[in-house]
């Protein structure tokens, strides 16, 4: 698990309210998960991840529908919070539901990494 922070604005200027989030990867670096919520330091952000990839047995999933078209992602909660939802959005339910069975598989294993990658603000 990488944390993720935008260490610049778009005009390339350092910002003061930058926020860090971690994001499961695959081996390929294909986004699988991302946290719930933003944390205010890279060390706040790898704490929550080391703890969550330790209880991930106890997560629980569920699918959700976004809108009247068919847009889907899932979140996973510990304790009746929720921690992790799914990194991209996807056109059938039973494609959240594939990308539960490989995150819930990839989670307990997870290496947590050492350093954050910045991103500019917008990137994706």
Do not use: C
Not at 38 to 47: I, L, Q, R
Request: proline content about 2%.
């Amino acid at each position: 698990m990488t944390a993720l922070g935008g260490a610049t604005d778009r005009f390339g200027q350092e910002s003061a309210d930058d926020l860090i989030v971690w994001q499961l990867s695959s081996a390929n670096n294909r986004p699988l998960a991302r946290s719930t919520r933003a944390y205010g330091s890279f060390e706040d952000a790898n704490d929550a991840a080391t703890a969550i990839r330790a209880h991930a047995g106890q997560i629980t999933y569920r699918s959700l529908k976004l809108t009247s078209r068919s847009e889907y992602v899932w979140i996973g909660s510990l304790d009746s919070q929720s921690v992790l939802i799914s990194a991209r959005i996807y056109s059938t339910v039973r494609d959240a539901r594939d990308s539960i069975v490989v995150v819930s598989g990839a989670l307990p294993d997870a290496t947590v990494e050492s350093a954050a990658r910045a991103l500019t603000r917008g990137a994706r």
